[in-house]
């Protein structure tokens, strides 16, 4: 799954050991979602949206949904 985490932190000038720490995850986990080799749970999500004031679809991108525009 296609997502924004990456530039969203970066606009933040966090690391990913910060926005981990944040999240109370790893940074593996960080870095796993970011490059699309791991989709985070629902909860997660909700963490992450949350985090950054958005709602999870503007962070996280439906494959399905890129590929019809």
């Known amino acids: 799954m296609n997502n924004r985490l990456r530039v969203l932190r970066a606009e933040?000038?966090?690391?990913?050991?910060?926005?981990?720490?944040?999240?109370?995850?790893?940074?593996q986990s960080v870095?796993?979602?970011e490059t699309g080799r791991y989709?985070?749970?629902?909860?997660?999500?909700?963490?992450?949206a949350d985090l950054f004031?958005?709602?999870?679809?503007?962070?996280?991108l439906n494959p399905a949904k890129e590929t019809d525009q």
């Open 53 to 60: 004031g958005l709602a999870i679809e503007e962070i996280f």
């Open 31 to 33: 870095n796993a979602i």
């Open 39 to 48: 989709d985070p749970s629902l909860p997660l999500a909700f963490k992450i």
């Open 12 to 27: 933040r000038a966090w690391s990913q050991q910060h926005l981990a720490e944040l999240l109370e995850v790893s940074r």
